[in-house]
């Protein structure tokens, strides 16, 4: 049974940095895309950053480039995403997902999801 268990998620003043865990279970991390999505309040959820079971490659949503870092520890089975200089733009309920076969980053291609962590960045 595919499990995604998010840690991590704060209240962070702007400029701050958070470190998201996602703890994996019931697959090969190798084989499978893996993202970080987030959805704000009223907001449709949209993909942060992915890496692709094919190539390794990494996405990032345009915004975030420069400041979040995924990260795929397979020894651990576990995901990370490393936020830097945090935007009040930034904040948002964070999930991770997996996905057999996606080659994107769109979240209805994924299909095993965390149950999400809350960031809020704010003064």
């Known amino acids: 049974q595919v499990q995604l268990v998010e840690s991590g998620g704060d209240l962070v003043q702007p400029g701050g940095s958070l470190r998201l865990s996602c703890a994996a279970s019931?697959?090969?991390?190798?084989?499978?895309?893996l993202g970080w999505f987030r959805q704000a309040p009223g907001k449709e959820r949209e993909g942060v950053s992915c890496?692709?079971?094919?190539?390794?490659?990494?996405y990032y949503k345009d915004s975030v480039k420069g400041r979040f870092t995924f990260v795929r520890d397979t020894a651990k089975s576990a995901v990370y995403l490393e936020m830097n200089s945090l935007e009040a733009g930034d904040t948002a309920t964070y999930y991770c997902?997996?996905?057999?076969?996606?080659?994107?980053?769109?979240?209805?291609?994924?299909?095993?999801w965390g149950q999400g962590t809350p960031v809020t960045v704010s003064s």
């Open positions: 997902a997996a996905s057999p076969w996606a080659s994107d980053c769109v979240a209805g291609h994924f299909t095993a």
């Open positions: 019931g697959f090969r991390l190798d084989y499978w895309a």
């Open positions: 890496i692709s079971s094919a190539d390794d490659s990494i």
